[in-house]
Structures are given as C-alpha cells and as structure tokens.
C-alpha cells in the first residue's frame, strides 16, 4: 500500500481480513479492532492487523456493516472521474445484456454495479432512485446529475429522478425517510412495455420503485407454456405474469392479490393491452383463497403461479418463512391435475436455493405428486449476481410439470 495514503485507516480483524480478501465488500462493526476518528460517511481505508492494504469504502457508524468497500485499488481517486466511469460501465453493461429493453431496467444494482447501497431504476422517462448508504448519500449530487448526462448524451429521454427513500432500512444509517422528485416535476407517472406489454407505473406510490423489473425474462417463460391452459396467477400485484400468461394465448386466466389497488392498476392494465375478456380478478389472501379453492373439489385450473413478496427479510423469521411458502406450494400442488404446470418464485436472499428446493420436494411429496423440471431460473441480467457477494444472487424461480 503506498504510504503516503491520507484517508483514515480502519483496522480489520484476521477473520474480517479473511472475509475481505475473498471478495465481499462488506465489514461488519465487530471485526473493526482498531478505529479511526473521523465523519461519518468518511471515505476511510481498511487494513489487515499486519497493515495489508484492503481497500478504501464508506464509513458508516450506524450500521453493523461498519464499512462498504467501494474500491480495492489503492491508485483510485475517488473524484468525478470516478463516478464517471462507474457510471458508463453500468450503462455499457445495461445495453449489451438488454438490448431493446434498456427503456425498463434497473441501472444500478448497488454493490453489483460499484454503488454500495444505491438502487436506480429506469421507467421510460423516469429513473427511480433509493439510496440505503450514508455514503451514496451524501454524494448524490454529485452522482445523479452525471447520470442523467450519460443518458441523455447517449439519446435517451429521461424527464427527473424520482427519489423513492420511504424504506425503513434507512434510518439503521441514520438517514430521514421520505419520497419525492430529486430533480424534474409533475406527474409521477408513466407507461412502459416489457415483453411487448404495457403497463402504467406509479413510482411515487408502487410497491419498491414501482414495478417489479427482476422477473422480467421469467415471465416471458411463462407465456411460453400458457397456450390453451386455465391459469391461476396468485400474488399478481398489477397483473405481469397474469398478462404474460394471457398473451400467451392462454384459455382463461384468474389473477389474485391481497391489495385493492394492486387489482384495479392490473385490471386497467388489463384494459390497456386488450387482454381483460380472457381474465378476470380476485382480491383475496391466497393463504385463504386456495384451501377455500381445493374445498370445492376439482381442478378447476392446470397452470398455477406463484410470486409471493418475501416472506423473510432475515435469517430469524426463515424457519417460519419457510412454512408459509411449503404451504401454499402444497395447496397448489394439490389443486393442479397430472400433467398440470407450475410456476414458483421466491425473492428473498434469506430463504438460499437449497433451503427452498428442500421445501418444494417437501411439498412436492406431501401433495403426493412429482415434479418434472422444465427450468430453473433467476433474476434478468439487469440484476446482476456477482459470485463473491451471496447477497445479490436472491431470486430463485422454478417452472414444473406435475406428474
């Protein structure tokens, strides 16, 4: 490391360094065993008890993750230039792996993409932004004008950022709560088209950002199989997979979600692609609605969906997580015919691919039935899963014949 460093040194623990030298950014308070004294959000160096140069992140003092390495170079100087180049690499990325469908994506995908704690996603003409760092914080102004440069620069309409900070996450970094423009004014809504469908996007009072862009190819793959088939899409929010299903030529399909809101934006969505004399829409606990469904006896559909929100944001709720998701993966499986297809999705990195595939063969065995893989899945390209960091690899999604 060059000795003529001038950001504060941090100290890590030999089991940190360990932890830090396999690849992943992140530095948990109780491995700090020496400390600087200095602002937080500081960008501050770590080194290893013997002095190794670790790499240089944000500090955060309110967070058990103490530290967020934003560059393991110790020549990076962490100036506009910088920004400048992580900023072009993710959009270089964005266009080489979505192609046509850079118009509804998500830009920057936090650690994934260089930005620890920053989430930025593109709706046509909007580009929603969370920002879960101290660090990213305190140096969007110097982030998203450059941002909306590249963009514009590069042909693309982009009218503000709206900024989407009414997560509760903030407040473990010491930072306020609330939603509004970042720069740009008037109506906070727009339309995009994903897999040739349209849908109206409310980023001011969506769930996350607004729409769920992760299951974008998953559900292209479930069009796919839909021909003829009587669908059942549970958890539907504003009807993608139930639109997917429906331009996929399917016989009928019912679309189910818990929120008022969430059925009347698909149903509209519905309406806006000339899809609604194929479908109809339930509101209704799905918890509730299929032991209700399997009661009146028959099988009333022979393609079941399901995308339920996370049911854990932590390790201490998955046990109970896992019984909510074996069953309704049971009570569908039950409700599906032989020879039946099924779709199901977990989103939460606490509930890891191995713990749910024992679920689903758990279930699978309960319901007295066999699962035939068609495919496993994840989430699209515009999320990416970098190897070293387990936290970004978080959706699993599986599509079945029941035999």
């Not at 992140?57 to 993750?65: H, R």
């Not at 740009?184 to 769920?212: H, L, M, S």
């Not at 004399?277 to 469904?293: H, K, N, Q, S």
Request: proline letters at 3%; a neutral charge.
């Amino acid at each position: 490391m060059k000795s003529d460093r001038s950001y504060p040194r941090f100290t890590v623990s030999a089991k940190g360094t360990r932890w830090v030298e396999s690849g992943h950014p992140w530095i948990y308070e109780g491995e700090i065993v020496a400390a600087a004294d200095c602002p937080n959000g500081a960008l501050v160096d770590a080194v290893s008890e013997k002095g190794k140069y670790l790499g240089t992140g944000f500090l955060s003092k309110n967070s058990k993750i103490r530290i967020r390495l934003l560059s393991r170079n110790a020549n990076d100087r962490f100036d506009a230039a910088f920004w400048r180049r992580r900023l072009q690499y993710a959009w270089d990325y964005r266009k080489c792996v979505m192609g046509a469908d850079v118009s509804a994506c998500r830009l920057i995908f936090g650690e994934a993409d260089g930005f620890p704690g920053l989430t930025v996603d593109r709706f046509n003409d909007i580009l929603v932004a969370q920002t879960l760092s101290l660090g990213i914080e305190q140096r969007k102004d110097e982030i998203f004008p450059q941002l909306l440069e590249l963009l514009r620069a590069d042909g693309q309409t982009i009218r503000g950022i709206y900024e989407r900070n009414d997560v509760a996450i903030r407040t473990l970094e010491g930072l306020e709560q609330g939603k509004g423009w970042y720069c740009g004014e008037g109506d906070a809504r727009t339309e995009i088209c994903e897999n040739g469908i349209f849908y109206a996007v409310d980023v001011e009072n969506g769930q996350k950002t607004g729409f769920f862009l992760d299951q974008k190819y998953n559900r292209l793959a479930v069009a796919k199989l839909a021909a003829g088939r009587r669908v059942l899409d549970c958890f539907t929010h504003t009807g993608s997979f139930a639109l997917n299903a429906a331009k996929g030529g399917a016989e009928h399909v019912t679309a189910v979600d818990v929120s008022e809101s969430a059925i009347a934006m698909a149903r509209a969505n519905a309406v806006r692609n000339g899809l609604d004399g194929r479908m109809d829409f339930i509101t209704a606990d799905v918890f509730e609605l299929l032991p209700a469904l399997q009661a009146q006896g028959g099988k009333p559909y022979d393609f079941i969906i399901l995308d339920p929100p996370a049911f854990t944001k932590s390790r201490k709720t998955a046990d109970r997580a896992e019984r909510g998701y074996k069953e309704i993966n049971l009570r569908a499986l039950q409700l599906l015919p032989r020879g039946g297809y099924f779709a199901t999705a977990s989103c939460s990195h606490f509930m890891p691919s191995e713990r749910f595939v024992t679920m689903l063969r758990s279930a699978a065995l309960d319901a007295g039935v066999e699962l035939k893989q068609i495919e496993a899945r994840q989430q699209a390209p515009d999320h990416p899963i970098l190897w070293n960091v387990p936290e970004t690899d978080y959706l699993k999604f599986y599509l079945f014949q029941v035999v």
